[in-house]
C-alpha cells in the first residue's frame, strides 16, 4: 500500500484528465468508423453517461479507500470534474443528437419520464459541485459550508444509478453492480472510521 501512495503521490494529476478523455476517444473513432452498432446515437448517450457514472463513483470511493491505506485524495477533484464533463456531454447528446433540439418533447419529457427527471436532477445538483471545485471557492465559502454543499454529491449519484437502471429497463449484472455500488459508498458513510480499521486490521 505504501508503494501504490508513493507512486500516487509522484502522479501528476494531468495524467488523470489525459486518461479520462481515453473513453471519449474510443467514442469519437467509433462514431466515425461505424463501430457503434446500429443505432450509433443511443451508443453515444449511453456510453457518455455510464462514463459519468463510473467517474462520479470512483470519486466517492476516494474516501472510503483512505479508511484502509489507500490514499488518493488528490485525484479525487479530477475524478469529479471528469464525472461533470461526461454527463455534461450525455446531456448535449440527448438534447442534440437524441432529441433533435424539439424543446416542447424534451420539456414533456421533464414532467411525465421518471428517468428524464432523475437525469436532469443529477445534472443540476453537479453544476454546483464543478462550479466550487476550485481552492478559491474553499477559501471563500469556508471548509464547513462548502463541505455541505459538496454533499449533494450522494443525491447526484443515487440519480445517476437510478437513472441508468430506469432506462435500461431490464436489471442486468452490469445494472446491479451500479447500484450496488452507489449504495454501498453511500453505506460506508454510515459506518464509523473506527469500526472500519479495526475490521480492516482483523
Keep these: 500500500m505504501d508503494r501504490i501512495n508513493a507512486l500516487a503521490r509522484r502522479t501528476p494529476t494531468s495524467v488523470i484528465y489525459l486518461l479520462g478523455l481515453v473513453p471519449l476517444g474510443f467514442l469519437v473513432w467509433g462514431a466515425i468508423f461505424g463501430g457503434l452498432g446500429p443505432d450509433p446515437v443511443k451508443a453515444i448517450e449511453r456510453g457518455l453517461g455510464e462514463r459519468g457514472l463510473q467517474f462520479l463513483l470512483a470519486s466517492l470511493a476516494i474516501t472510503p479507500l483512505r479508511r484502509f491505506g489507500l490514499n488518493l485524495l488528490r485525484f479525487r477533484r479530477a475524478l469529479g470534474l471528469l464525472s461533470f464533463f461526461y454527463v455534461s456531454l450525455h446531456l448535449t447528446a440527448w438534447v442534440w443528437l437524441d432529441m433533435g433540439l424539439r424543446w416542447s418533447e ?5 414532467t411525465k419520464r421518471p428517468f428524464v427527471i432523475l437525469g436532469m ?6 453544476v454546483p459541485l464543478a462550479a466550487t471545485s476550485w481552492n478559491g471557492a474553499i477559501r471563500r465559502m469556508g ?3 462548502w463541505n455541505r454543499l ?7 449519484i443515487l440519480a445517476g444509478a437510478v437513472h441508468l ?10 445494472i446491479l453492480v451500479y447500484v450496488g455500488l452507489a449504495l ?3 453505506a460506508l458513510r454510515l459506518v464509523p472510521k473506527r469500526g472500519i480499521r479495526r ?3 482483523a
Excluded at 436532477?121 to 453537479?126: E, T, W
Excluded at 432506462?167 to 449484472?173: D, H, L, N, R
Aim: no cysteine.
Design 121 to 126: 436532477i443529477g445534472f443540476l445538483v453537479m
Design 165 to 174: 437502471a430506469l432506462i435500461s429497463k431490464i436489471w442486468t449484472t452490469e
Design 184 to 186: 454501498g459508498l453511500l
Design 199 to 201: 475490521g480492516a486490521t
Design 150 to 156: 459538496h454533499k449533494l454529491v450522494y443525491v447526484a
Design 106 to 110: 424534451m420539456l414533456a419529457d421533464l
Design 143 to 145: 471548509a464547513a459550508a
